[in-house]
């Protein structure tokens, strides 16, 4: 313990932490960026929305690289982690991440960057092919029935009795999530899961008598009342 605290007053330890070479620095940040570049790969090819979040993808190719250096540092001096760690541990994140997949990409990215900053290229590049073989194969293996939220604005029981019988006939199952009841009319909210994937069925629908309004609305699953 006394040689140490008389390393660290000495500051000889920052001689020995110049232990690795550029070639091996450019190596291992080479290495990061190439399984970063997979790993967005991966994400784009199965990312459900319309357009994906170019800021996140790039995010990770930065937390990769990143990730990797602190490793590499930290890995050259016990002092270095030391005091890594209680940096880190000041810092607080607040952001948000709305998609549940978006964690496992975050955790692939810092997970990938401590591998290959231990050391360990042959884990890294491994376990990144068996991961995104893995997503792809569940990906798409979704199943083909898209779940529908359908808002209804009905005058009365005998529309509701009418437009209920329409949506029996036309979807492969239904549940009703949500009904109002006012003096002026009845709104339903029902989940719908249509035989085919043609959406005309709405058309006739509106078309029932005293069926004020029908929306046809494609969500993620989560409904909340």
Known sequence: MTD????????????QAV?????????????????????????IKTFK??????????????????????????????????????????????????????????????SAGIIVGAGFILVAGVGTI????????????????IPYILIISLANEQAETASMKLISEHTKRHIIKAKTVSNENIELTVEVRLKMPSTEFVNALSNVEDVHNATLVSYNGDYYV
Request: hydrophobic share 65%; charged share 10%.
């Open 19 to 43: 232990a690795l070479s550029v070639a091996d620095i450019l190596a291992a940040l080479g290495i990061s960026f190439l399984i970063s570049m997979a790993i967005i790969f991966v994400y």
């Open 130 to 145: 068996v991961i995104a073989a893995a997503l792809f194969v569940f990906d798409n293996r979704k199943t083909s029935e």
């Open 49 to 110: 929305g319309v357009m994906y979040s170019s800021s996140f993808a790039i995010s990770l190719i930065a937390m990769n690289l990143i990730t990797t250096l602190v490793i590499l540092t930290v890995s050259q001096h016990w002092l270095v982690a030391v005091g890594m760690i209680g940096a880190l541990s000041i810092v607080r994140f607040r952001t948000v991440v709305k998609e549940p997949l978006d964690l496992v990409f975050l955790y692939w990215s810092i």
């Open 4 to 15: 140490q605290l008389a390393e660290l007053f000495s500051l000889n330890f920052l001689h």
